[in-house]
C-alpha cells in the first residue's frame, strides 16, 4: 500500500493580513515565464518563501507547491511527493489533472523501483497532455541531500515541456546545470542582493506590520547592520518591543548600537532575547513541540498532555504574534516553526534544562514517543515509526515496522528502516536478534543482497542459546525465507530448496505472507530443477496463502511462476488467461515484476502467430525490466526474445543487433546462465546468415542438442541430427518436459525427411501435430520453413485419415506459411504452353481431385465461395480445360496430383 500523503506540504502559503509588499520582485517572477527555470537562492531569513508563495497566489495559471524536508531525500517518497503536489493542479474551470502521476505511482510501489530516469519519463510523457501553462514550485530545496533527485530534475529540466515552468527556493545553490542554463537564456536567478529589504521596504516591515515607529535614522541604522536581512529585522523587531515594554522607549537606541555581529551570533542572541520575553508556558510549549516537523493543535496537546483545544488556542496566539510560525493550510490546522527557530528550540530543549543530561535526554524521548503514540493512532505509521526511533524506543518502532501502516514494498519506507537499523549499536542486535533478520530482510527488498547473509549468520549466532520456543521458532523460520530468497538472486537452487523447506518447518501456520514466500521459492527452485509437477504445487499453495492474507506481491510472483509451469507443460491458453491476470492486478501502470506476465503473453502471442500483440507485450517487458537495472537478467530475457521476434519479421540485422548487445551485457554482468539463452537464438540467425561454422561452435560450446541438429541439417547431413536429437528426446520424455518434447518432435519430423525416411517424418509429424493443436502451436511448425509446409502439404490426406479432426488446424497452419517465392512456384514440367500453378491453385486442385465441392474446399480453406470459383477458372484456363473432371485428369497425366 503506498505511504500517506501529508497533504499540508502541497499548500501554498496562504496570504499574511500584515505583509511588506515588492512589486519590484513580483515584476522580475512575471517576467521569467518564458525561461525553464526560477533559481530564488539565499541564505535563511531572506523572505523566498514568502515571496514565492505570495507571487504564486497571485498568479492565473495552475500553481503545483511543494515543501520539502530532510525526509523527501529519498528519491521514492520525492517522487510520491511531486505527483502529489502535481494532481492539486486545475484549470480554470475547477477540473483537476488528477490523473498525472499515476504512472510513477504504480512504478514506486515495486519492490525494486526504476531509475529516476526511468520515473522522470512516465511523468513527462503525463504532463505532456496539459493543455495549458502551469508551474511547479520546490520550496526548501536545500534540505535535498540525494544527488539521484538533482540527477532526476536536471533530466527534467532538459526535457521540460514547454507549457510548464519550474522555481526552486533553496538557501544553496542545487546541484544543477546552472551555467548552461544561464547560456541558454533558461534561468531567471533571485539571489540575497535581490532579497534584501530595501530602505523602504525595512521602514514599512518596521513601522507599519512590526508597530515600532522608529525614526529614519534607527532604521537606515538596522537595514544596514542586518544587510536586509529580513529574517534579522523581524527578530530584531520582536526583541525591541519586548524591550520597550520592560524598559521603555528610551532604550531603542541602545539596542540598536549594540546589534552587531555574524547572522549566527545576532539569530542566537535575538532567540535568546524573543523565547525568554515569553511567559513560561510558552516557553514550555515552543521548547515541547520542538521535536515536532509540522503542529496541530491536537497532536501537541497529546505531546504536552494538555487539555484538549489547547494546542489549537496556542497556535493562534502564535500565529498572531509574528513568533516564527507559518501556516500550512487555509483552515489553520497545521503549523510549521521557522527552520531556524525549531533548530535552535531543539537545542535549548537538550540544553536548558535544570536536570541532569540523562534526565533530559529522558523527558526529550517520552515526548517523542508522546508523539509516535498520537501518528500511530491516526494511522500516519511511518511519522510514527520516525518519532519511536528518536526516542531510541526499539521496542515499538519494531513492533511498528511488522504492522501493515509501513509499506515495506516501497524503496522509500524501506530506506528509512535501514538509516535506522544502521545507526543502531551491536548491542542493540545481540538484544534483539530479530533486528538482525529486519536488517538483512530490508536489504535484499531494497535489492542490496552484499552483507545479508552475515547479517542472518549473526541472527541465527544471536539465537545459539536461545530457548526453542514460538518465538525462536519463528525468527528462525523468517531468516530461513530470507536465505531461500537470496539464493533465488543467485540461482543457488540446492540452498533453495533446503531453506525454503527450513522455513515451512519453522513457521506457524498463521503466518500466511512468509509462508507464502517460503513456497514461492520452493516453486522457483523446483522450476529450475524441471521439476514441474512439484514446482506447480507450490505455487499454487504460495498464491492460496498470499491472497490470503492480502500480499498482492507474492501473489504476482506465485502467480507468474505458475504461468510459467503452464506454458511449459503447452498449455497456453491457462497460461495466457493466467499472465493476463497479471497484468490486470498491475493495473494500466505496471510495475517491474509485471514484466514477467507480458514476457510470457508475448511468447504465446508470438506462438499464435499474432506477432503484433507479441511486439507490443514483448516491448512492455523490456519497458518494465528496464526500470531496474541491477535485474539485468530479465532485461536479456527479454532482449532474447525481441531479437527471435525480429528473426520471425525477417530483420536478420535487427535480431543480430539485439544478440550482440545483450551477448555484451550479460558478460558484462557475469549473469552467465543467460549465455545458453543468448546462444541458442544466435544459432538460427547465424544460420540465416549463412555463418555455419560459427553457429556450429556456439551449438558445441554451449551444448544445445537442437541448435546442434540444426547445423547438421544446413550442412546436409541429417543422419547427424537424427543422432543427437534422438537421446535427447528419451531425456525430456523422461523428465516429462512437454514443451522441449515438441520441439524434438518437429525437428525430427524435419530430419527424417531430409533423410528420405518418409514414414517416420509422417508419424512423428501426426504426433507432434495432435499434441499441438490443443495449444494452438503455429509458429512452431511454420518456424521450419518451407522443408516443413511442404511436409504439411505432401502428408495432409494421410495424417487426416488417422487424426481427423486436424483438418481445420491443418489448414490453419498452411495459411500461416509466408507465400512461395516465384522460384518456389509449382510449373508444368511437360509443356510450356501450360502456365505455372501457384501454390494455393494446386492446393485447390487437390481438393477437386479428391471429390470436395466448391462449398467444402471454401470451408476448409476459410475462403469464399466467389474467392474458390475465381480460383476454379483460372486453374481450368492455365490447364486448357473446360470442367472440374478434365482439369484432374490433366493434372494427373501432367503429375501434378497423384
Not at 322 to 345: G, K, M, S, T, V
Not at 428 to 439: G, M
Amino acid at each position: 500500500m503506498p505511504a500517506p500523503i501529508l497533504t499540508t506540504k502541497l499548500f501554498i502559503p496562504p496570504p499574511r493580513a500584515q505583509i511588506v509588499v515588492r512589486p519590484r520582485l513580483r515584476a522580475r517572477l512575471d517576467e521569467t515565464l518564458h525561461r525553464k527555470l526560477t533559481l530564488v537562492s539565499a541564505p535563511a531569513g531572506f523572505g523566498k518563501t514568502t515571496l514565492v508563495g505570495e507571487w504564486c497566489n497571485q498568479q492565473r495559471a495552475p500553481i503545483a507547491w511543494l515543501s520539502l524536508d530532510e525526509s523527501d531525500s529519498d528519491p521514492a517518497r520525492f517522487f510520491a511527493y511531486l505527483v502529489a503536489a502535481l494532481q492539486t493542479l486545475a484549470t480554470s474551470d475547477g477540473e483537476k489533472f488528477s490523473q498525472v502521476g499515476d504512472g510513477v505511482l504504480a512504478l514506486l510501489q515495486s519492490p525494486q523501483p526504476p531509475s529516476p530516469d526511468a520515473i522522470l519519463t512516465v511523468l513527462l510523457n503525463e504532463l505532456a497532455i496539459i493543455p495549458q501553462n502551469f508551474v511547479l514550485a520546490l520550496d526548501d530545496y536545500h534540505l535535498i541531500d540525494a544527488p539521484p533527485i538533482d540527477h532526476a530534475l536536471a533530466f527534467l529540466l532538459e526535457h521540460l515541456p514547454p507549457q510548464m515552468h519550474l522555481v526552486i527556493g533553496t538557501r544553496q545553490d542545487p546541484q544543477l546545470p546552472l551555467a548552461q542554463l544561464r547560456a541558454r537564456d533558461q534561468l531567471t536567478e533571485l539571489r540575497a542582493a535581490d532579497l534584501r529589504f530595501t530602505f523602504s521596504e525595512a521602514s514599512e516591515f518596521l513601522n507599519r506590520v512590526m508597530g515600532l515607529h522608529l525614526s529614519a535614522q534607527d532604521i537606515e541604522q538596522l537595514e544596514t547592520r542586518t544587510e536586509g536581512w529580513i529574517a534579522g529585522l523581524q527578530l530584531a523587531a520582536l526583541a525591541m518591543s519586548s524591550n520597550r515594554t520592560t524598559r521603555g522607549e528610551s532604550d531603542t537606541a541602545n539596542f540598536i548600537q549594540s546589534f552587531t555581529g555574524s547572522h549566527r551570533f545576532v539569530l542566537d542572541y535575538l532567540l535568546e532575547q524573543v523565547l525568554q520575553q515569553q511567559p513560561q508556558e510558552i516557553q514550555n510549549f515552543l521548547l515541547s513541540t520542538s521535536i515536532l516537523e509540522r503542529l496541530c493543535g491536537p497532536l501537541c496537546d497529546a505531546v504536552l498532555r494538555a487539555p484538549a483545544g489547547t494546542g489549537s488556542a496556542t497556535l493562534a496566539n502564535l500565529e498572531r504574534a509574528n513568533l516564527f510560525i507559518f501556516p500550512l493550510d487555509d483552515e489553520r490546522q497545521w503549523y510549521r516553526y521557522h527552520h531556524l527557530f525549531a533548530e535552535l528550540l531543539r537545542q535549548r530543549l537538550h540544553t536548558s534544562s535544570d536536570a541532569s543530561k540523562e534526565d533530559a535526554t529522558r523527558r526529550v524521548n517520552e515526548l517523542h514517543v508522546r508523539a509516535s503514540d498520537w501518528f500511530e493512532a491516526h494511522e500516519l505509521e511511518i511519522e510514527a515509526f520516525q518519532h519511536a526511533t528518536a526516542a531510541n524506543d526499539i521496542e515499538r518502532a519494531e513492533r511498528l515496522m511488522q504492522g501493515r501502516g509501513i509499506p515495506l514494498h516501497l524503496r522509500g519506507a524501506v530506506r528509512m528502516i535501514l538509516d535506522w537499523l544502521a545507526s543502531l549499536p551491536k548491542t542493540a542486535f545481540d538484544a534483539r536478534p530479530s533486528l538482525w533478520w529486519w536488517y538483512g530482510a530490508m536489504l535484499l527488498v531494497n535489492g542490496q543482497p552484499s552483507g545479508v547473509e552475515e547479517k542472518l549468520d549473526a541472527a541465527e549466532a544471536a539465537l545459539h542459546d536461545a530457548e526453542m520456543n514460538e518465538q525462536t521458532k519463528r525468527l528462525i523460520g523468517r531468516i530461513s525465507v530470507a536465505r531461500a530468497t537470496l539464493a533465488l538472486t543467485r540461482y543457488d537452487v540446492e540452498t533453495m530448496l533446503t531453506q525454503s523447506r527450513r522455513a515451512l518447518e519453522y513457521l506457524e501456520p498463521n503466518t500466511l505472507s512468509l509462508r507464502a514466500n517460503a513456497n514461492w521459492t520452493l516453486g522457483f527452485a523446483n522450476l529450475l530443477l524441471g521439476n514441474r509437477a512439484a514446482s506447480r504445487r507450490a505455487f499454487t499453495e504460495a498464491i492460496t496463502l498470499s491472497q490470503a492474507d492480502e500480499d498482492i506481491f507474492t501473489t504476482i510472483l506465485a502467480t507468474t511462476g505458475l504461468g510459467n509451469v503452464q506454458e511449459f507443460d503447452n498449455e497456453l491458453y491457462s497460461a495466457a488467461e493466467t499472465y493476463q491476470r497479471i497484468v490486470e492486478m498491475g493495473g494500466d501502470h505496471p510495475q517491474q515484476i509485471i514484466s514477467e506476465a507480458h514476457r510470457g503473453l508475448a511468447r504465446i502471442f508470438y506462438e499464435w502467430n499474432d506477432l503484433e500483440a507479441a511486439q507490443r507485450h514483448g516491448d512492455k517487458s523490456l519497458e518494465l525490466a528496464r526500470q531496474y537495472d541491477r535485474v539485468i537478467d530479465r532485461y536479456i530475457i527479454s532482449q532474447v526474445f525481441l531479437a527471435r521476434l525480429k528473426l520471425a519479421q525477417g530483420d536478420v540485422a535487427g535480431a543480430s543487433a539485439i544478440l550482440t548487445h545483450a551477448d555484451q551485457d550479460a558478460r558484462a554482468k557475469n549473469f552467465v546462465l543467460r549465455m545458453p539463452e543468448i546462444a541458442a537464438a544466435r544459432v538460427p540467425v547465424l544460420l540465416a546468415q549463412n555463418n555455419i561454422a560459427a553457429a556450429a561452435q556456439l551449438a558445441q560450446q554451449f551444448d544445445l542438442p537442437i541448435c546442434q541438429a540444426r547445423v547438421h541439417l544446413a550442412n546436409g547431413d541429417a543422419k547427424a541430427a537424427l543422432a543427437g536429437l534422438e537421446p535427447f528426446r528419451q531425456f525430456v520424455e523422461s523428465k516429462k518436459w512437454a514443451d522441449e518434447q515438441l520441439k524434438v518432435m518437429v525437428l525430427q519430423a524435419v530430419a527424417f525427411a531430409a533423410n528420405k525416411q518418409r514414414e517416420s517424418s509422417l508419424e512423428l509429424l501426426s504426433s507432434a501435430l495432435a499434441l499441438a493443436e490443443p495449444g494452438g502451436f503455429i509458429r512452431l511448425f511454420v518456424d521450419e520453413g518451407e522443408p516443413m509446409r511442404l511436409l504439411i502439404l505432401e502428408f495432409r490426406f494421410a495424417i487426416l485419415k488417422t487424426v481427423p479432426h486436424l483438418g481445420a488446424y491443418l489448414e490453419k497452419l498452411l495459411a500461416a506459411f509466408p507465400s512461395p517465392h516465384t522460384k518456389s512456384e509449382i510449373t508444368n514440367p511437360k509443356s510450356e504452353i501450360i502456365e505455372s500453378l501457384s501454390a494455393r491453385e494446386l492446393e485447390i486442385l487437390q481438393l477437386i481431385a479428391q471429390g470436395y465441392s466448391n462449398q467444402e474446399i471454401c470451408e476448409r480453406l476459410f475462403l469464399a465461395l466467389s474467392t474458390v470459383k475465381g480460383h476454379n477458372r483460372i486453374i481450368f484456363d492455365k490447364l486448357h480445360v473446360k470442367s472440374r473432371t478434365e482439369a484432374v485428369a490433366r493434372a494427373r497425366a501432367l503429375g501434378l496430383i497423384e
